[in-house]
């Protein structure tokens, strides 16, 4: 069984900073890209940040310049620094991974829970 884990969101004024955290745990035999989606009251789930094995990543055009994707492959931890936060930013993010289990010969893709990002004065 394999579980994500999404932390670090919150209540943040207009300029300011978040860092959220995601956590893989259980029988993980290799994590490929992972991922941050958000999903903002009346709009779809859209792609925020992605960062592949080797350490590639791709951004939303929104948030280019703002936010940060990084991973600790030892701790199996993603991690999306925000900066500069705006009101449309508001949202609930999720993490996405591509996982091996381990003993399991197919990837498949599991979301954390979700966590709140509110920006506002």
């Known amino acids: 069984q394999v579980q994500l884990v999404e932390s670090g969101g919150g209540l943040v004024q207009p300029g300011g900073s978040l860092r959220l955290s995601c956590a893989a745990s259980?029988?993980?035999?290799?994590?490929?890209?992972m991922g941050w989606y958000r999903q903002a009251p009346g709009k779809l789930r859209e792609l925020v940040a992605t960062?592949?094995?080797?350490?590639?990543?791709t951004y939303a055009d929104s948030v280019k310049g703002r936010f940060t994707i990084s991973r600790d492959n030892a701790k199996n931890t993603a991690y999306l620094q925000m900066n500069s936060l705006k009101p449309e930013d508001t949202a609930v993010y999720y993490c996405?991974?591509?996982?091996?289990?381990?003993?399991?010969?197919?990837?498949?893709?599991?979301w954390g829970q979700g966590t709140q990002v509110t920006v506002s004065s």
């Open positions: 960062i592949r094995g080797g350490g590639s990543t």
């Open positions: 996405n991974a591509e996982i091996f289990r381990t003993g399991v010969p197919v990837a498949y893709d599991y």
């Open positions: 259980g029988s993980i035999f290799r994590i490929n890209a």
